[in-house]
């Protein structure tokens, strides 16, 4: 073997062990993000039924962190906190139902 194709061999032989590392973070990473979307939403239906309770605003406050990519659910979110402050329950039992099905 000559040396460039010795160095030729070992260039190659880093360059696909950074890419296949890349490849690997980048993976993970979205696979990470699904896992707390899913769990976020998990807790939000577990407590949709006590929209007063403490549980269910920690779940809202998550939501706004977790889903920030996303701005169907931040706007259904929106709107059910002007249904909230507005005092229209129906309303923003309705809104909930929509962000689970978003989600």
Do not use: C, W
């Amino acid at each position: 073997m000559t040396p460039e194709s010795t160095s030729i061999l070992i260039l190659a032989s880093l360059l696909s062990g950074l890419v296949g590392a890349l490849a690997s973070i980048y993976v993970y990473g979205k696979r990470e993000k699904r896992q707390f979307k899913l769990f976020t939403l998990k807790d939000f239906a577990a407590n949709r039924f006590d929209i007063t309770g403490i549980d269910f605003s920690k779940v809202l406050n998550e939501i706004v962190v977790v889903f920030n990519d996303s701005p169907a659910v931040l706007r259904a979110l929106n709107q059910f906190h002007e249904a909230i402050t507005q005092n229209l329950g129906t309303q923003a039992i309705a809104v909930v139902t929509r962000i689970e099905v978003i989600s």
